[in-house]
């Protein structure tokens, strides 16, 4: 009976992926931010999702790709289709052979992967001093601390390094491991104009994109919380009868 009540608090650990405050290796503690979708009962805010597309289309996508996303995808965050066809349109794609062999560009389709800001990492390293900007479609769940050192990171600028040296085309962040960073400062006040009014402080806009990048990274994670808490409720109501039908057929052994 011991192991079935382990075995049920393991299941909802794992089901529900809890979390902890965490530290990045080698920077500053990362503060703790309050997220619509932490804890059990958490969900994504596809407000703050939409604004933070935005701040990646128009900020981040010039030198990361997110690779595991295509156009159509958009529609789970709030999006209708005819939107995202428009979106869409604005990219161009290189497709082909056509009857000549030789290939082409069109207009992005809904279903087409959202395109890549190099042809290759050469051409990335080339466009950034050296340093090959990593991809941010699963950046959330790769770096250590996740959605808070995302926001860290993005809002860690603004410290005046103590007595360190920065190397050649280098900036000092706060929660980088380190301290010393390739990717310049990327948010300043009002850098977009949000569709919906939102005030663009450096702050707000961390965090929506912050949140875009979370559900990038894990955009099952709702239905992942709902099936953990099915399953925590199958298993005690599992326990409870095991443990009813253990005092029924002990019921009247003498001890």
Not at 51 to 57: E, P
Not at 87 to 114: K, N, W
Not at 170 to 192: C, K, R, T, W
Request: net charge negative; aromatic share 10%; glycine share 8%.
């Amino acid at each position: 009976m011991r192991g079935l009540i382990v075995l049920t608090a393991t299941a909802l650990v794992m089901s529900l992926g809890l979390a902890t405050p965490a530290q990045a290796s080698g920077g500053a503690k990362l503060p703790d931010h309050d997220w619509s979708f932490d804890g059990m009962f958490g969900e994504f805010d596809d407000a703050a999702i939409q604004r933070g597309f935005q701040v990646y289309q128009e900020v981040c996508a010039g030198c990361h790709g997110v690779k595991y996303l295509s156009f159509r995808n958009l529609t789970e965050i709030g999006l209708d289709i005819d939107a995202v066809k428009a979106i869409a349109a604005e990219y161009d794609i290189e497709d082909g052979p056509d009857d000549e062999g030789e290939m082409y560009d069109r207009p992005g389709l809904a279903s087409d992967r959202i395109p890549e800001p190099f042809p290759n990492d050469n051409a990335a390293r080339a466009s950034n001093n050296g340093a090959l900007p990593p991809d941010l479609s699963l950046m959330a769940k790769a770096r250590k601390g996740g959605a808070n050192y995302l926001y860290a990171l993005m809002t860690g600028y603004d410290y005046e390094p103590d007595e360190m040296e920065l190397a050649e085309g280098m900036s000092y962040n706060h929660y980088f491991p380190g301290n010393q960073i390739a990717m310049p400062p990327p948010l300043f006040e009002d850098g977009v104009e949000y569709a919906d009014g939102t005030e663009a402080s450096v702050e707000q806009m961390a965090e929506d994109v912050t949140h875009f990048l979370m559900w990038a990274a894990e955009p099952n994670l709702e239905v992942r919380k709902r099936m953990g808490l099915k399953v925590m409720l199958f298993l005690l109501v599992l326990t409870a009868l095991l443990y009813a039908s253990k005092r029924m057929v002990w019921a009247n052994v003498e001890h």
